[in-house]
C-alpha cells in the first residue's frame, strides 16, 4: 500500500534556528502533498498545499516567509520552520496524494516540534 | 472553502453501548467523507470513508451514513469495547486532484469498562 515516510519524528531546536522536516513518498509518486499543522487536544489545520514543481499555495494566515515548502519531486517535500520560536511548538504532518484517482491521502507518521 | 463542524466534542459510554459522531460540511461539492482515529502523537488513522454516490456504508461495527441534501455525515459504533478510546476526526474533500481534507474537531470518545 501507499506509504509516505515522514522524518524527523522528534527535534527540539533552540529559538532562532531553522528546522526541516522531510516527506518521502516510498512506492508511489505524491503529486500533491498537503502539510497540516496540530495543536495539541486541536484538530488538523491545513497549512499548505503544494504541488510537485509549482510553488505551494498557503492557507490563510500560514506565513509563507517562515514556512517553506519545496516539493521538488514526486517523491519528495519539504517543510522547513524557519527562525523558528516557542510558538512554533506543535506537531506538524504531511499527507499526499497521487494525481490519478480514486484519490486517497497517505499520512506521514508526524513530526514533534519543541522550540525552546 | 470548506468548513467542518463536528459534535460532540467529548463523549462517553459504557463499553457495549452505541457511539454516534456528527459532522456537517459547507461545501456541497465535496463528494469524500473519511472518518479518522487518532491516538496521542500517531498519525491519522482511516477507519471508514463513504463517497457521494453512497448513503450507507458498514464494516463490521463500524458504519457511516451520509445525508447529502442536508449535508451531514455520521459516523457509528456499535458495541463499542475500551481500545475504540481514541480521538475520532471526520473530513471532507472534492476528492479530486489537488484538493486537500479538510477536518472536523474532533471527538475524544471514552469507553468504560
Keep these: 500500500g501507499a506509504v509516505v515516510s515522514q522524518h524527523p519524528s522528534r527535534v527540539i531546536c533552540k529559538s532562532g534556528t531553522s528546522v526541516k522536516i522531510e516527506c ?32 505551494a499555495t498557503y492557507e490563510q494566515g500560514v506565513e509563507k516567509d517562515k514556512f517553506l515548502i519545496n516539493h521538488a519531486s514526486l517523491t519528495l517535500s519539504t517543510l522547513t520552520v524557519t527562525s523558528a520560536h516557542p510558538e512554533d511548538s506543535s506537531f506538524y504532518i ?7 484517482g480514486p484519490y486517497g491521502y497517505t499520512f506521514g507518521s508526524g513530526t514533534r516540534l519543541t522550540v525552546v | 472553502g470548506e468548513n467542518v463542524e463536528q459534535h460532540p466534542s467529548t463523549l462517553s459510554v459504557q463499553e457495549g453501548d452505541s457511539a454516534v459522531i456528527k459532522c456537517t460540511y459547507s461545501d456541497s ?34 458504519a457511516v451514513t451520509l445525508n447529502k441534501t442536508a449535508k451531514h455525515f455520521s459516523l457509528h459504533i456499535t458495541e463499542t469495547q475500551p481500545e475504540d478510546s481514541a480521538v475520532y476526526f471526520c473530513a471532507a474533500s472534492l476528492n479530486q486532484a489537488g484538493t486537500a481534507l479538510i477536518f472536523g474537531k474532533g ?5 468504560s469498562s
Design chain 1, 94 to 100: 504531511c499527507s499526499a496524494s497521487k494525481g490519478q
Design chain 2, 29 to 62: 461539492a465535496s463528494n469524500y467523507f473519511p472518518w479518522y482515529k487518532q491516538e496521542l502523537g500517531k498519525r491519522p488513522q482511516l477507519i471508514i470513508d463513504i463517497r457521494s454516490n453512497v448513503g450507507e456504508k458498514k464494516d463490521q461495527r463500524i
Design chain 1, 24 to 55: 518521502r513518498s516510498l512506492d508511489f509518486q505524491a503529486t500533491t502533498m498537503f502539510w497540516y499543522r496540530q495543536f495539541p487536544k486541536k484538530s488538523l489545520m491545513l497549512m499548505a498545499t503544494s504541488n510537485e514543481g509549482s510553488k
Design chain 2, 107 to 111: 471527538t475524544t470518545l471514552s469507553v
